[in-house]
């Protein structure tokens, strides 16, 4: 990088960077009136003290998890063939069920791990070797039956309306700790569900920044897939580093002068910030997505280079990476869990792609101390049902299903409610879906009752008027 | 895909007329008298133990199934049906799909077992008595919860400021009156004087010109109308500036730019979004008429009127009734979920979004909060709501979206009555659609038949491979039907293209809402008279059975002494003007919303605008002239201690550009802005179909491509691997072009209000710059500086596009650098470069490593100026006005 013979102007600009985010680092021009002015313009945020929306913000009280990893499986897992052990099932296996097919034992064996026992089923043989770091909750449901609805439910806790999602509300209430990189990472996304890490009416900087879209199998043409794919526009494609950060000199140059000329403009350092942070984020991003520096051992711990976990190793290696440079929340997501059919074979295939990658996750987080800080949230949108659909499958079942934590100040080793002898409700310590979001909150330091935003007259909680924490859980 | 028992060609027969669907018009078949006690008996004896142990597994709101889209808890979900229609008609057994599936006839209902023949007369019986069903809550056991609104509050509401009339108070006096130039300033000026705060300094002439130019346009001025203002500004400032704000609002441009501002509110756009994004594409055609309402100044109520009612007002031609009915897209093109199981939530919800957007948009009132139940903060109590949602369920709301295997909730169009047909449709000779018509006649049968032999076959047991090959198969057919239903659809039998839209029209019969407890749907209680809030006027009860009462509600909005319509729009003008509106709330002008900053002015206002026959041309002629509008952006420290925000207009807020604005000033500097309007957008030349993956393909283009290879299937994989094999790389890419369409395509050049608005797939160029989400009604815009504007500017092909351009003209125009780079600041500012710009563009034109990459034309000089365009494009000073 081309940084010497650089011009005074230049090597101020290059303090203020390395102060990180100060919207007003510019001390010269800090006066108590511009730095007033800024807080009446970005009154959006009046009740902080700083003035930049992204900055680290204290929560409302202690807690451990500082960051957020989601691993989302979407399609729905059956929770009675992996993390809900139903012996009664198996036993009434082939009687009526309550719908309209027969009981379905799972045709998988359970059995106890680690110190604490907990009850896992041999689909998950590595996730099973982390027992005494999970914390089960077999009490989950939520009320929408169809996928899509449901995920719109499990990311922003409301189906009906578009809501902002658990990752805006939580950079909302915390900010974000790396200013080279957005503070919400989704990563790989499917297509059409932008809504599930919007922002909905909190302000933009919240929204979650997609990275390394799904491949598209369509026919769209390569240049139009390139602008919608990865992250838009993270590179120049004529321009070298050195010719671009000289234009990004000039931008800056102009930037200043403009400054000068008004001083009481906060909002042109806040562009000239952004454009620093745009610049950081075009050689941070890259690197961050680049795994070649990794070592084997850690590559095969999330079984990356390996058949089938490759995939979702990678992207599990990449929220690692991307938690450890300080993003808030990173949400993974993989699919293919809508086992209608021939669950005997594609359980197993859906739960031998993720199983290794997450246990090496969990491993890697561990080794690196970071397991007790970081909150691993693992769910789908609902469960599948006892009763079998056309003898080899299950249907949607959002009465009762399990989902589990690990790290970030969740008991380890743990479970929590429980459903009915089958597996169709949730009977005992019932776990909403509001709940569940109440916890996740609380477990990061934020009350879920007071991290609001006003809209439309009136104050927005991401749990509505619901939510119950569940105690229980926390460590 | 497990459990449909979708017969997605139900609609086709209604498709396309202008008559209403059948559906829903008996969404709330009255059972207006109390039942008697012999029919609560016998369905609680008979009726209610059979639906509790044999359907409510699979068709209700506890167990949260919907299966086929139908729910059996309530009387309406019977009535509402479900993917396949009503499930019966009270007192018409005979025939109704409830007998049909309890018969084991063409459906088979409970499917493990038919009831016995005993249990199917009952509800035989049920039925022809009038399915007395007595599920509903009673007003009584309704539980409010805390917050009740009473007569009281809704009386003592009536005195508050936004619920009564708006009253013209003579304009204050004021010390300065040399500095008013309006009655505007006096009310202004005069709030300043009491804090004792002098208005800022007039702007710069230069700085004026800009910002009359940007606010009535959304362009820059031309160097020439820059010149000629500051010459005349120089000798009468009041006149200079009347003559400009006359000769901008003149221009077609004009309504390019407020149009937006509504569109904002309007949450138009061109597909449903939601899980299932299906396109829109003759929504544009409502784009088109708000523009054109703009432009031709047409009274804001006229303009309201049409958007809730156009199709029940009086049309003296045939044209005109045709704009009407375009208006009312304003109803239809909200954000869909279409894979909704359950009918009779989607069409609540498509309610509710019709409520809540009239009421926010034109009232600045929220009444859908009181769906569920009252608020004690507004004045609004549950009963209005649902007063207002029967209006809306008698209208029938016509959207299109292809009627697709993974679309549960297609609707009809309507046939334009003044033919303008779509520009992308080839004429066809007779034969050839008659042909077309045949095929898809033949299509459909086979559909049919694979959906009732698969049906058939499920019934028999039928091993689940079979039942997925069947399914397979009628799923190909489904897709083929559909789009051989949307070309036939759109062609006369003489093969001429018809024009279609979207819109809404009454029902055939009129009904009222029931209460829903806490909005669900399965604790339906009374029946609520249709009519309007009540806080607003006196309370109109909306009686008869053919009239939906939207007409009324149009009447009511828009009348004179309505306290509301007025005031919210001349706020929302003056949000435009001044970056604030008087009322900040812009959607909320209730107790939860801001009061208003100076509540006289906006009264005056208000008057004024009524008076002035709602003219918004005149409204912004009067704000643009007044010495308020001229201020400069001028700080003033003691002014700033007082009032920070600048609620009393001590100076011009410094405002910036929008995402539009920024977009169409780089085309205009470039050189490459096309002024002419575009028929349509993509979106229509995509026709109906379902965006997948951030891409719009022409669903037509892919079936004839099909048809053209000859191929059995529908996979378009297949066909392009066929065509690769055929035709190599330059057929492949000619295919694309047919059939692909670049939402970001960074070619076009017309201004942006005329690119695809397709929801969660909005262009870069707008999406990274604040542009308001259309899914929701966006009165002000975000105003954010996000790392992705920057890498737009940086790095966005559309970008570098317009610097090459502009390079291009300035290379060839001017020969010395110094003209050079003065040439840069002259075409995007219509002004020369200061010594300090000058000095940083030289230096960097100096020192930049000039090796060109990758360069055939492009010549070193090119793409250093080029660079120094792009990098004035991402400066500051372009996105801020002063």
Redo the contacts between chains.
């Keep these: 990088m081309n940084l010497q013979n650089l ?1 005074p102007s230049r090597r101020q600009m290059l303090r203020t960077v390395s102060s990180g985010f100060g919207y007003l680092a510019f001390s010269s021009l800090a006066t108590l ?1 511009a730095s ?2 800024a ?2 313009y970005s ?1 959006l945020f009046s009740q902080d003290e700083s003035n930049n929306p992204l900055a680290p913000r204290s929560p409302h009280f202690g807690a451990k998890a500082k960051r957020v990893i989601f691993l989302c499986m979407r399609g729905a897992p059956s929770h009675i063939d992996t993390f809900d052990y139903k012996p009664q099932l198996t036993r009434d296996n082939g009687k009526e069920g ?3 097919g027969k009981l379905l034992g799972s045709p998988w064996s359970f059995s106890q791990h680690g110190e604490s026992g907990l009850w896992i089923s041999e689909l998950f043989p590595e996730v099973a070797g982390m027992a005494d770091d999970l914390c089960l909750i077999r009490s989950m449901n939520t ?4 996928h ?2 449901a995920q719109t439910q499990m990311h922003t806790g409301n189906a ?1 309306f ?1 809501r902002p999602s658990l990752g805006a509300w939580t950079l909302y209430g915390l900010g974000t700790e790396n200013d080279s990189m ?1 503070g919400f990472v989704a990563l790989n996304p499917p ?2 569900t ?2 599930n890490y919007g922002n ?2 909190l ?3 919240y929204q979650g ?1 997609k990275v390394g ?2 491949q ?6 390569r ?2 897939q390139d ?2 794919s990865a ?10 580093r ?3 950060r ?6 800056q ?3 200043r ?3 000068n000329d ?1 001083p ?2 906060p ?2 350092e ?6 620093e ?3 950081r ?2 050689s941070e991003m890259p690197r961050l997505m680049d795994i070649s520096g990794e070592t084997e051992d850690t590559l095969d711990l999330y079984g990356i280079g390996q058949n089938p976990t490759d995939a979702f190793g990678r992207q599990c290696l990449m929220a690692r990476r991307f938690v450890e440079s300080g993003v808030r929340f990173v949400e993974v997501t993989a699919g293919n869990w809508d086992h ?3 669950l005997s074979t594609r359980l197993p295939q859906s739960c031998s792609e993720v199983d290794k990658p997450i246990a090496g996750l969990l491993t890697d987080l561990k080794q690196r101390g970071m397991l007790e800080d970081t909150l691993v949230v693992w769910a789908g949108e609902f469960g599948r049902t006892p009763d079998a ?5 299950r ?2 079942n ?2 009762g299903y399990t989902s589990w934590m690990a790290g970030g100040g969740v008991k380890g080793g743990f479970s929590y409610g429980a459903t009915d002898e089958h597996g169709y409700e949730a009977v005992e310590n019932g776990c909403h879906i509001h709940d569940w979001h109440a916890t996740i909150l609380h477990l990061m330091g934020l009350d879920h009752e007071r991290l609001t935003y006003r809209y ?3 104050d927005f909680r991401l749990t509505d008027v619901h939510g119950n924490i569940a105690t229980d859980i926390i460590a | 895909m497990t459990d449909s028992i979708k017969t997605p060609f139900f609609f086709v027969g209604a498709l396309f007329s202008l008559l209403v669907f059948v559906l829903p018009a008996a969404i709330c078949n009255a059972q207006d008298e109390a039942l008697t006690d012999e029919q609560v008996t016998f369905f609680e004896t008979k009726i209610r133990p059979v639906l509790v142990r044999e359907c409510y597994s699979c068709h209700s709101a506890q167990t949260g199934q919907s299966r086929g889209g139908l729910q059996v808890d309530t009387r309406d979900g019977f009535l509402v049906g479900g993917d396949s229609g009503p499930a019966f008609e009270p007192g018409e057994a005979e025939g109704s799909i409830l007998m049909s599936a309890l018969e084991y006839d063409e459906w088979a209902m409970p499917p493990s077992k038919q009831l016995s023949a005993n249990v199917i007369e009952d509800f035989r019986t049920w039925i022809e008595m009038g399915a007395p069903d007595p599920r509903i809550i009673t007003r009584a056991e309704r539980d409010y919860g805390a917050a009740t609104v009473t007569a009281d509050d809704i009386r003592e509401a009536k005195t508050q400021w936004a619920y009564s009339q708006p009253v013209q108070v003579p304009p204050p006096a004021v010390q300065n009156s040399a500095w008013t130039r309006s009655p505007i300033d006096n009310f202004v000026l005069a709030e300043l004087e009491q804090e004792a705060i002098s208005p800022a300094t007039d702007a710069e002439p230069y700085d004026l010109v800009r910002r009359l130019s940007y606010d009535l346009t959304g362009l820059p001025p031309s160097q020439d109308q820059v010149d000629w203002f500051l010459n005349a500004y120089e000798s009468d400032p009041d006149r200079a500036v009347a003559i400009v704000v006359d000769g901008l609002l003149k221009s077609e441009r004009f309504g390019e730019r407020w149009a937006r501002h509504w569109l904002d509110v309007a949450r138009y756009a061109e597909s449903t979004g939601r899980e299932v994004n299906a396109t829109f594409p003759h929504a544009w055609r409502y784009r088109d008429y708000v523009i054109d309402a703009f432009n031709n100044d047409k009274p804001y109520d006229e303009f309201i009127r049409e958007q809730i009612a156009g199709d029940l007002l009086p049309a003296e031609d045939d044209e005109t009734w045709a704009e009407h009915l375009v208006a009312t897209g304003f109803l239809a093109m909200g954000p869909k979920s279409l894979n909704e199981q359950n009918a009779r939530q989607f069409i609540l919800d498509q309610v509710d979004e019709q409520i809540d957007v009239s009421t926010r948009v034109i009232l600045g009132i929220s009444v859908a909060c009181a769906r569920c139940h009252d608020h004690k903060f507004d004045p609004v109590p549950q009963e209005d709501y649902y007063a207002m949602a029967g209006i809306f369920l008698s209208t029938s709301t016509h959207y299109g979206t292809i009627d697709s295997q993974q679309n549960r909730r297609p609707s009809n169009l309507l046939r334009l009555p003044d033919e303008d047909p779509d520009p992308y449709l080839k004429q066809m000779t007779s034969a050839e659609i008659r042909e077309l018509r045949q095929e898809f006649d033949e299509v459909r049968e086979s559909a049919a038949n694979a959906a009732r032999e698969r049906r058939l076959e499920q019934r028999r047991g039928a091993d689940t491979r079979t039942v997925n090959q069947l399914r397979q198969q009628e799923n190909r057919l489904g897709a083929q039907a559909a789009i051989l239903e949307q070309i036939v659809n759109s062609y006369d039998q003489d093969g001429n293209p018809l024009s279609f839209v979207m819109a809404v029209q009454d029902r055939d019969q009129a009904i009222n809402a029931r209460l829903l407890v806490r909005g669900e749907l399965d604790q339906p209680s009374d029946e609520i008279d249709r009519g309007v809030v009540q806080v607003i006027g006196d309370r109109q009860r909306i009686r008869g059975d053919r009239n939906s009462g939207r007409k009324e509600l149009a009447e009511w909005m828009t009348d004179e002494e309505n306290p509301l319509t007025a005031r919210v729009m001349v706020n929302r003008v003056w949000k435009h003007l001044f970056g604030n509106g008087i009322v900040r709330t812009t959607e909320n002008f209730g107790s939860t919303g801001e009061p208003p900053t100076h509540p006289e002015l906006l009264d005056y206002l208000a008057v004024e605008f009524m008076e002035h026959d709602w003219s918004v041309k005149e409204l912004i002629r009067a704000i643009c002239t007044s010495h308020v509008y001229r201020q400069s952006t001028a700080f003033n420290e003691n002014a700033f201690e007082r009032d920070p925000e600048n609620r009393l207009l001590w100076r011009r807020t410094p405002s910036r550009l929008d995402a539009e604005a920024m977009r169409d000033s780089m085309l205009f500097a470039s050189g490459q802005i096309e002024m002419e309007r575009p028929r349509g957008s993509i979106v229509t030349r995509a026709g109906q179909t379902i965006v997948r993956d951030g891409n719009l393909s022409s669903g037509i283009e892919v079936f004839q491509l099909l048809r053209e290879s000859g191929s059995e299937t529908m996979d378009v994989r297949e066909a392009f691997r066929q065509r690769a094999r055929q035709q190599g790389a330059a057929g492949m890419r000619q295919l694309r072009d047919r059939l692909q369409f670049e939402i970001d395509d960074s070619s076009l050049n017309y201004r942006s209000v005329y690119l695809p608005v397709i929801r969660d797939n909005i262009p870069i160029a707008l999406e990274a710059f604040d542009f308001a989400e259309p899914t929701m009604v966006v009165g002000v815009r975000g105003s954010t500086n996000s790392p992705s504007q920057a890498l737009f500017m940086m790095n966005d092909e559309f970008v570098i596009r317009q610097s090459n351009e502009m390079a291009k003209a300035i290379l060839f125009e001017n020969h010395n650098l110094n003209d050079r780079l003065n040439a840069v600041m002259r075409r995007i500012y219509s002004r020369d470069a200061t010594e300090s710009e000058l000095e940083a563009m030289t230096r960097f034109y100096n020192t930049v490593d000039s090796q060109v990459t990758n360069s055939r034309q492009r010549t070193p000089e090119r793409e250093k100026i080029s660079a120094i365009c792009q990098a004035v494009f991402a400066s500051a000073d372009f996105r801020f006005l002063n």
């Design positions: 011009l009136a007033r002015e807080r009446a009154n309550r719908r309209r009320d929408q039956p169809v899509a609805r009906q578009v957005p297509a059409g932008e809504q909905s009416f302000p933009a900087i920044t879209r799904q598209s199998r369509s026919t769209g043409s240049s139009a602008r919608r992250l838009p526009n993270i590179s120049n494609p004529n321009m070298t050195d010719q671009q000289r234009q990004l000199d000039l931008i140059d102009l930037n002068q403009r400054l008004d009481n403009h909002e042109i806040g562009v000239i910030e952004s454009y942070l745009a610049f984020m075009q209608h059919a021939n659909q056309g003898g080899d499958g249907d949607h959002n009465k439309a007259g009136r």
